[in-house]
């Protein structure tokens, strides 16, 4: 620095004398660190350099502690995402059936006619949406529950949803299915959307699930017997689940099926 330079930077500090060094971030400038007392000479050259190794030694742990704030706010993000999701597929959805299933009784009420078989229905679609949430809490809280397993678990819901919508689901499994509690969540409710999905879509007469564990990979195949339309269909929540999981989600029509191909790797 010139002298006139720092007689007046040294009045803009109001300070007797300074020291400054350079501040580098990814190898680029992005300001400089000042340092004052109010005697003046008291810095020297090798102070200068004391300071500048410190900031060296300093900045990878600062950029270090941003990395893992920033990593820690993705996480919650992606877990606010994950929720919103459960809360549109296994919360929202029953309930536009409820309305609907509702809907319907008053009709037939109003028409004379008998409505208990239909009140039972919707008694049991409440009761599985009330499991669900108490499931979902109970993880939230960090509890599992290790014996509940993702094929079973499925074929619960094929047999609830067949039920429920007349389409028979036929579930297949392929060998073990070891994955985690978080994967096994995940892959359930891809199911549980891929069937809604059809049922609200398709005219399919009928739904197969088909799951297995191979070459370090989960796979899901969600097929209905209806060719695909000219118009392509992208499963936006499994997409987006996949997706989440480092996996990929895709839809092929093959034999005048439609297979909604999911593949996660363990």
Do not use: W
Request: a neutral charge.
């Amino acid at each position: 620095m010139s002298p006139e330079l720092v007689k007046n930077l040294t009045g803009l500090l109001d300070t007797g004398s300074f020291v400054t060094v350079p501040l580098f971030y990814r190898r680029e400038l992005v300001g400089r660190l000042y340092l004052t007392a109010r005697r003046r000479r008291a810095f020297r050259e090798p102070d200068a350099f004391f300071v500048l190794h410190v900031i060296e030694q300093i900045a990878p742990v600062i950029d270090n502690i941003r990395l893992v704030d920033q990593l820690a706010s993705d996480a919650a993000e992606q877990e606010r995402q994950t929720i919103a999701r459960d809360l549109h597929d296994s919360v929202l959805q029953p309930y536009i059936g409820l309305q609907m299933g509702l809907a319907a009784v008053c009709s037939k009420l109003r028409a004379g006619g008998r409505v208990s078989d239909d009140i039972d229905t919707l008694m049991e679609m409440t009761g599985i949406g009330i499991s669900y949430l108490r499931s979902r809490l109970s993880g939230l809280r960090g509890k599992t529950e290790h014996e509940s397993s993702l094929p079973a678990a499925v074929k619960r819901f094929a047999a609830r949803f067949s039920t429920f919508t007349g389409i028979p689901v036929e579930v297949l499994c392929n060998g073990d299915i070891r994955i985690n509690d978080r994967l096994a969540a995940e892959a359930f409710q891809m199911v549980t959307e891929g069937l809604s999905n059809i049922r609200r879509h398709t005219s399919s007469p009928r739904a197969e699930v088909r799951l297995a564990c191979r070459d370090g990979r989960l796979e899901l195949r969600i097929t209905n017997e209806e060719a695909c339309t000219l118009e392509p269909f992208t499963p936006r929540s499994i997409t987006e689940r996949a997706k989440a999981l480092g996996g990929v989600a895709q839809v092929r029509c093959e034999a005048g099926n439609t297979t909604v191909m999911v593949e996660i790797p363990l």
